[in-house]
């Protein structure tokens, strides 16, 4: 069984500051990566899609890797702003059965 | 462009009751999924459904029962609601065919009370 983990639970940081949420996978056999925003009771926007033969996507300020040997992903936030605080998931589709699984994700507070 | 479009929004119900959430996936799209928030949660793999048939089964309730329509659409129904079933209930919406065939697009969630 699929299981995603996402470290840290939590994190603080300062306006302007780039930072990095990590995310990991225990089964390699994945169809694609999304990462999505989510904010407090709200629905879940996606931000980043990789699939299981791209290493990276970027838009904007974000980029996210994926390394599925290791399984692996990272999403690099650029310069953060304020209104970037929100809930971030990691979730990967598995080869064959497409729903996802999701981490538990990372809680941002950007501070200005 | 067209999204996925859930509904109602939100809905309170007491114990026991019955509830029924409707899912309409985006046009063409084939396959629908649910998924479940809990306060704090990370979204729950409920059940999804492939040209009108079951296509996998998550950790959806024996109280839960869902179908897919001949025009694609999805109803989850929830009956003998208990006060843990209080939660964001997504659909998500694929198709098989295609450039980006099989990824996920998720509506903006029906919220479930229950009193």
Known sequence: ????TQIPAALSVPEGENLVL???FTDSAIYNLQWFRQ???????SLLLIQSSQREQTSGRLNASLDKSSGRSTLYIAASQPGDSATYLCAVSGAGSYQLT????TKLSVIP | AAGVIQSPRHLIKEKRETATLKCYPIPRHDTVYWYQQGPGQDPQFLISFY???QSDKGSIPDRFSAQQFSDYHSELNMS??????SALYFCASSSSQGTGANVLTFGAGSRLTVL
């Open chain 1, 1 to 4: 069984k699929q299981e995603v």
């Open chain 1, 22 to 24: 990590n995310c990991s």
């Open chain 1, 39 to 45: 904010d407090p009771g709200k629905g879940l926007t």
């Open chain 1, 102 to 105: 999701f981490g538990k994700g």
């Open chain 2, 51 to 53: 040209e009108k048939m």
């Open chain 2, 80 to 85: 003998s609601l208990e006060l843990g079933d």
